[in-house]
């Protein structure tokens, strides 16, 4: 499960705007939008929110689940895939 609040946290732990993250997962800005747009439980396409958090996932972050005790979150993790580190070996902010 997949909540709103999380999206936006992994963005600003990203430094990115919603154009960034609708491009590298590959969904249309007006997607990303209404996704965000939502508190809660994020709901809609599940093609397009496993876009969302692949590419996420792929710039370095961690979704942690809802445990009933602290709630859901995300962290800063070890970037993955092509293009998520730039040269000094930092994360590339966009």
Not at 43 to 63: D, H, M, Y
Not at 75 to 86: H, N
Request: hydrophobic residues 45%; glycine residues 14%; positive net charge.
């Amino acid at each position: 499960m997949l909540f709103s609040e999380q999206i936006k946290a992994a963005r600003a732990l990203l430094g990115w705007r919603q154009e960034a993250l609708a491009e590298r997962a590959g969904v249309g800005l007006a997607t990303l939008k209404r996704l965000e747009g939502k508190k809660g439980l994020v709901r809609g396409n599940s093609q397009s929110v496993w876009k969302i958090q692949t590419a996420l996932e792929a710039g370095g972050v961690t979704f942690i689940a809802d445990d009933r005790v602290a709630g859901p979150g995300v962290r800063l993790s070890e970037p993955r895939g092509r293009g998520a580190v730039a040269a000094s070996g930092r994360l590339r902010r966009e």
